[in-house]
């Protein structure tokens, strides 16, 4: 092949329209925290992941959300604190990406996409949901 026609060939490979948007809301909640969020929190959720050591704060264990938060599983927190968008943060840096601007890009940052973090999120949450330890027993410990 010419030289020209190398280019063109690179051209266009680098042109063609991006299989745009990604569809992580056909992801299951386990799925998406496997991928985005086991690297920091664990493979269990435990805070334990390969990433946490490198972070200058502790990496929370996701599993005690329910004890720590109360009885009620605080869905509407949860989906605050992982989206990031509107989160006031108190003590400084967020070390936590802002996923709701993340999962927007990842998904095609169009109205739709908007659409789709909401489904990401709440995947996520009913994930985050059933591996809560369960309540501690008042006699026992
Ligand atoms: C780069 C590391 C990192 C990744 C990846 C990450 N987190 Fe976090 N996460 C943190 C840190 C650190 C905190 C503590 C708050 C902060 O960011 O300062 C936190 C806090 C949280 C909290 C609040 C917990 C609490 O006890 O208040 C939730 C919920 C959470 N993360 C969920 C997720 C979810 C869901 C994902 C994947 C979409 C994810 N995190 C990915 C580092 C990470």
Redesign the pocket.
Known sequence: MSRGFYLLFIMMIFQSPQIHAQAFEEYSGEE??HR??A???GPEGHGDGP?ASG?P?M??D?TL?KR?MGDEFPEAV?RR??DGRNAVVYHG?????V?GYEFWVEEGADPEAEENVEIIISN?IEY?ESIQAPARDPVTE
């Open positions: 998406t925290f985005f969020c690297s920091c929190h990433v972070i704060i990496v929370p996701l959300l720590r949860l604190i992982i840096t967020r070390y936590m990406p996923w996520l985050l």
